[in-house]
């Protein structure tokens, strides 16, 4: 083995090298095996010369030491914030670029300005600084003068050169260098340490806790004093920019760039120094022959740092405009949390001009989306009862708006999710609402919970008819035992039979239904079709006409399909789409009804959950017998044709509709596509055919274009029902 320094000092740039490959450019050259056998090697190195082993050494980055605080560390160049803009996308980028435009004293007849616009990551922002290309030092921003030294664990941030790389033919590595960038953590990776640290509340550690978002928990991460566990929870990291800048050339410090000395020297800096040094920076930039911001950020880029890929040169307001919008629908897609745009004026002579006003830069302002996460307070929690029996608490809460939308509701799922998050009545809750996704409470702020609140308790009997609520083995759910004796459950069913893809009874809505289950005029759905005139218009709000059309749509429902019939039953696991394929299958109600088990599973996508519910609900007498009383009282369907040979022409495809179509209802469209054997999907995937999208489609249709499905607008629907329809009818 060649165990000179020259050896160890190129395996261990290699080293980085790779890693840079894998963390960064997500391209590796090398196998992971590879990679370790090298890394022994370094290791065994570095067990024989410990002389050897400094700040820029892979072996460096898995942390170690414990501390007992944090330094307190000065920033070679002020950390400034930016300001922030709210307004609307147009008066916010036009309000920005006017001032922009008056401070430059450009006319009217002027060209565009050209800004860099990036994404405003949801983390924490992080001073590097580099000494001849190594990472001697990270900083939190502090006060922004002052931050702390949390160096040790921004080390094990895979994505951070240890050591900058020196591109061939590049400008040269300025001796002493601060990258400004963001800390931050990947929703993926917050979801998997949250189920880590739930796996240890359960284990009984009493010192662990779950966080409430990425941000938080890339905070807590960086300020681990045990570098070790630092180290475990994935950061990540992107630049957006530098500090000081010193290149040989304009060595204004006169400093010899060692660590120690760098200290000394930044804290013998007086403010008025310091405040000077952005410009001196600014034009060691300039010197170097970068003369904008996306010059600089391809520089970074080159030197080893992640940038955003989303990042973009754009000209003037419309380019601003543009930008900020089309990231409002990507946002949802990113992999990790933004909570805005940032716009800068990309020119650096410019930047120079514009200056500073107190702690912000004025050729920078940060344009926000309205915020998916808030504050609000737990009302109570009530226990709803499903059509199905179960029981799922729901947290009322104080409203407040999120995401664009007013949130009163948020479901806690069941027993173990309630119990996992541990809401209380009266507790401050963090509620979000991201895209069309249904509202979720994340977390629980304990530091304002009240001392004598009560963890929650799924209650033992069912709300509505007190029946017992059981849990069975092996299940999360809670169900009440009271089946169609509990009136909840009655008036579900009732109303899951009566609903427009079911037995379709328009005139019969829910407060009718609510009515006649509470006076028990119907008890099952059979009493639907004993209904007469007299007995509605007992009812609140009913009057004989109002009545008659109940009855009137009551009576033309007793037309209907075997699909829809079996759909309407309300079987568990049975669905539309599986009720078509059973229908299909069996041609009959009574086929279906004796079918075994084995049978069953011979239906295409009908697993033994489906088979085992379908045996189940004819095992019981009630329901041959409510289906015998069906009939009796003239409800009857087309028996289906069994053609097994018949393929349609859109057979095996699946489709999405989303957006507001202008010819169609979604009711229609979907009975379009499934009539030509089509299946209709309501979310997007890989295995999507295509995806309708009407007016105003949003995140379905943002999914749809990030998996590269393809997307039919009103037109191309049309025409591809026109093009099979005619195939059909041959
Ligand atoms: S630039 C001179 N760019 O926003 C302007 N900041 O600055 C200095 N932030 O906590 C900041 N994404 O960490 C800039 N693309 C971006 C950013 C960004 C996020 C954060 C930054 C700081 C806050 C205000």
């Known amino acids: 083995m060649n165990s000179t320094l020259q050896h160890y000092n190129e395996l261990k740039q290699a080293l980085n090298a790779h890693a840079h490959r894998y963390y960064v450019l997500d391209a590796p050259l090398i196998s992971?095996?590879?990679?370790?056998?090298m890394y022994q090697e370094l290791e065994e190195l570095e067990r024989e010369h410990p002389e050897w082993v400094s700040g820029d050494s892979p072996t460096q980055r898995v942390g170690g030491a414990v501390l007992e605080e944090f330094n307190s560390v000065r920033?070679?160049?002020?950390?400034?914030?930016?300001?922030?803009?709210?307004?609307?996308?147009?008066?916010?980028?036009?309000?920005?670029?006017?001032?922009?435009?008056?401070?430059?004293?450009?006319?009217?007849?002027?060209?565009?300005?050209?800004?860099v616009a990036e994404l405003k990551f949801d983390g924490l922002a992080i001073n590097l600084t580099y000494l001849n290309g190594v990472l001697v030092r990270a900083a939190t921003r502090g006060d922004g003068t002052h931050g702390e030294e949390v160096t040790q664990n921004v080390r094990s941030i895979m994505q951070i050169p240890i050591q900058l790389m020196a591109p061939k033919g590049g400008l040269p590595i300025p001796e002493w260098l601060e990258v400004r960038g963001e800390v931050y953590m990947r929703r993926a990776d917050f979801d998997r340490l949250n189920l880590r640290q739930q796996e240890k509340i359960s284990q009984g550690l009493k010192n662990e806790k779950t966080f409430v978002n990425p941000r938080n928990a890339a905070a807590g991460a960086l300020r681990q004093l045990d570098s070790k566990i630092a180290a475990q929870r994935k950061l990540s990291f992107f630049a957006y920019g530098v500090g000081a800048v010193r290149a040989k050339a304009l060595n204004a410090l006169g400093i010899n760039y060692s660590h120690a000395e760098l200290q000394t020297a930044l804290d013998a800096l007086t403010q008025d120094e310091a405040a000077s040094r952005v410009e001196l920076s600014l034009n060691e930039l300039r010197a170097m022959g970068l003369s904008s911001h996306w010059e600089v950020l391809n520089w970074l880029k080159g030197l080893g740092f992640p940038v955003a890929t989303q990042t973009q040169c754009v000209e003037g307001v419309e380019?601003?405009?543009?930008?900020?919008?089309?990231?409002?629908?990507?946002?949802?897609?990113?992999?990790?949390d933004i909570d805005g745009v940032v716009y800068?004026?990309?020119?650096l002579d410019w930047q120079l001009q514009l200056g500073f006003v107190t702690r912000e830069p004025r050729w920078a302002v940060a344009h926000k989306y309205p915020p998916q996460e808030q504050f609000t307070t737990v009302l109570g929690i009530e226990v709803q009862v499903g059509r199905t029996g179960k029981l799922t608490p729901v947290a009322k809460l104080?409203?407040?708006?999120?995401?664009?939308?007013?949130?009163t509701n948020a479901t806690l799922h069941n027993e173990d999710e309630a119990l996992r998050k541990d809401v209380r009545v009266g507790d401050t809750?963090?509620?979000?609402?991201?895209?069309?996704?249904?509202?979720?409470?994340?977390?629980?702020?304990?530091?304002?919970r009240e001392v004598q609140s009560a963890p929650f308790e799924m209650p033992k009997r069912c709300p509505i008819c007190e029946s017992p609520a059981l849990r069975e083995p092996g299940q999360v759910d809670h169900r009440c035992t009271g089946e169609l004796f509990c009136s909840a459950q009655r008036m579900q069913a009732i109303w899951h039979f009566a609903s427009k893809r079911a037995m379709n009874i328009e005139d019969l809505g829910e407060k009718l239904i609510e009515q006649l289950v509470q006076t028990d005029t119907i008890k099952t759905v059979a009493d639907l079709y004993r209904l007469g005139l007299s007995s509605l218009m007992v009812l609140e709000r009913m009057a004989e006409k109002s009545a008659s059309n109940v009855l009137k749509?009551?009576?033309?429902?007793?037309?209907?399909?075997?699909?829809?019939?079996?759909?309407a039953l309300g079987i568990r696991h049975v669905g539309e789409s599986t009720a078509k394929d059973l229908a299909k299958h069996f041609g009959s109600i009574d086929a279906i009804m004796n079918a075994t088990a084995q049978q069953l599973l011979e239906v295409r996508d009908v697993g033994p959950v489906v088979a085992m519910s379908v045996v189940a609900f004819f095992a019981q007498p009630h329901h041959r017998e409510l289906i015998e009383q069906l009939r009796a009282l003239g409800v009857h369907w087309q028996e289906v044709q069994i053609d097994l040979d018949a393929v349609k022409p859109l057979q095996g495809m699946t489709y999405v509709i989303t957006g507001t179509l202008n010819g169609f209802s979604?009711?229609?469209?979907?009975?379009?596509?499934?009539?030509?054997?089509?299946?209709?999907?309501?979310?997007?995937?890989?295995k999507t055919t295509a995806v309708i999208a009407g007016a105003e489609a949003g995140s379905k249709l943002e999914k749809a274009q990030a998996l590269g499905v393809p997307v039919l607008d009103e037109e191309a629907f049309v025409a591809l029902l026109a093009r099979h329809q005619t195939q059909e009818m041959d």
Do not use: W
């Open 32 to 37: 992971d095996a590879q990679y370790d056998t």
């Open 75 to 115: 920033h070679g160049q002020a950390m400034l914030s930016i300001k922030t803009q709210t307004d609307s996308e147009e008066s916010g980028a036009k309000s920005f670029d006017d001032r922009i435009r008056k401070e430059l004293s450009l006319t009217q007849s002027e060209q565009s300005v050209q800004y």
């Open 319 to 336: 380019g601003l405009v543009d930008f900020h919008e089309r990231m409002g629908r990507e946002r949802m897609s990113l992999p990790y």
């Open 344 to 347: 800068k004026v990309n020119r």
């Open 398 to 407: 104080a409203p407040v708006f999120v995401g664009g939308v007013t949130v």
């Open 429 to 448: 809750v963090i509620v979000r609402r991201a895209g069309d996704v249904i509202p979720e409470i994340v977390g629980v702020v304990l530091e304002k």
């Open 553 to 567: 749509s009551i009576e033309s429902s007793k037309a209907t399909t075997l699909a829809r019939f079996l759909y």
């Open 666 to 686: 979604r009711d229609q469209a979907q009975d379009r596509l499934e009539s030509l054997g089509a299946k209709v999907a309501s979310s997007v995937s890989k």
